[in-house]
């Protein structure tokens, strides 16, 4: 692209493309409405006056470089967004879960809606953990750009949010109406959604209900039931550092295995135990090496896909509604799959002899709260956290 140059009025100059006046035309008014913004309102924002506003986004005006600096800063769009085609769009996504999983084979259902919903313009590939590497890799890629998107629980964000570090425990939330509430709280907005923000991330469809399930499960050599009963247990521990924190307290011995080593973890006896979805113990097969499952009551975070914001920013606001589009409708897909999951469950326990139990719930829950307060005084979080979370309870 030649730029011609004099001073403030440096303007986008002739381009090989003989539409670019009609595509940065397009955008911005598409970006405009988005915002739920008049052409009244926004000309007088950015200091020019509604005719030529007018103009530019019908491609009969050609916008300096300071207009469209001070549309972008309105629009909270980065420059390249008026200019960038739709073949440039974000397609890598990251994950730690293998295709074959129900959950992983949502995700490619997800890849797959995206196509669908944006016609093409925006296409996604998946790569699991085994090519792009850990959680904590993933986390620094999508930070830095290095992938577009990265479909896990928020969890692994816990480096960037105090509320995180506290959500992605277990029994944080005594339901689904307080993890309802959390998500609608001014705490989730500012100290998740803004922080994440903060840190080039962005969550598609945050409300979006992508459960874990259908229920979490405690997978053992050897029946528990209680907090007790697990102490010195050898436990798979996620790449979270509270999480790992939280076992200790419990009494086990937390050993951090990346998901893609659980099996071989299990059959070389580095550990005897897990908190796992029990959807995964089915498709994975978990119970010939660990017979014991105990049904734990308690609601995990979501999965949720985040992608780079910058790249987010750069869709057109269509573009961005057809991923959100994409999430919701690949999580009911999840749903289903897990109820397909949950109807082999009988066969699996006669096949491999295993045993599921259901445990009474409040031990796991005094003994988690108890342990809270505890990270709260050693420093893990902001203090006040713990009653912050406690009062969304009753609200």
Request: with cysteine.
């Given at each position: ?392 309870v009753d609200d």
């Open positions: 692209m030649r730029r011609e140059t004099a001073g403030d009025d440096l303007r986008i100059g002739p381009t090989s493309e003989d539409n670019i006046g009609q595509v940065v035309g397009q955008r911005i008014r598409e970006a405009r409405k988005a915002a739920g913004l008049s052409l009244e309102v926004m000309a007088q924002r950015v200091g020019i006056s509604v005719p030529q506003l007018s103009k530019l986004e019908n491609g009969k005006s050609t916008a300096t470089i300071r207009s469209l600096a001070k549309i972008a800063v309105e629009l909270q769009r980065p420059p390249n967004y008026f200019l960038q085609s739709d073949s440039e769009m974000p397609r890598s996504l990251g994950t730690l879960l293998p295709s074959w999983d129900p959950e992983g084979r949502a995700i490619e259902k997800f890849a797959e809606l995206v196509g669908i919903k944006t016609d093409c313009r925006v296409t996604i590939v998946v790569f699991p953990a085994a090519q792009l590497g850990s959680a904590a890799i993933q986390v620094q890629a999508l930070t830095n750009g290095a992938i577009d998107l990265f479909a896990e629980s928020l969890g692994f964000f816990e480096g960037f949010s105090d509320p995180l570090r506290l959500a992605s425990l277990p029994f944080c939330f005594t339901g689904e109406a307080h993890y309802d509430r959390f998500q609608a709280s001014p705490l989730f907005k500012k100290e998740v959604r803004n922080a994440l923000r903060a840190n080039s991330v962005e969550v598609l469809n945050p409300t979006l209900k992508w459960r874990r399930g259908p229920s979490v499960v405690l997978i053992s050599k050897k029946l528990i039931t209680s907090p007790d009963e697990l102490r010195g247990a050898r436990i798979r521990c996620s790449e979270n550092q509270t999480t790992f924190a939280y076992l200790e307290r419990l009494g086990c011995e937390p050993v951090v295995v990346p998901w893609t080593q659980v099996k071989e973890a299990f059959e070389a006896g580095q550990i005897d135990s897990m908190i796992t979805n029990l959807s995964h113990v089915v498709s994975m097969g978990f119970t010939r090496f660990a017979r014991y499952m105990t049904q734990l009551d308690y609601r995990p975070l979501d999965l949720s896909f985040a992608i780079n914001r910058q790249r987010y920013q750069l869709l057109s606001p269509a573009l961005q509604e057809g991923l959100n589009e994409a999430a919701a409708e690949a999580g009911q897909y999840c749903v289903n799959l897990m109820n397909q999951t949950a109807d082999q469950l009988p066969k699996l326990l006669d096949a491999d002899r295993a045993v599921l139990v259901k445990a009474a719930a409040e031990p796991w829950h005094a003994r988690s709260l108890a342990i809270f307060d505890d990270l709260e005084r050693a420093g893990c979080w902001r203090k006040g956290l713990v009653g912050e979370f406690r009062a969304l």
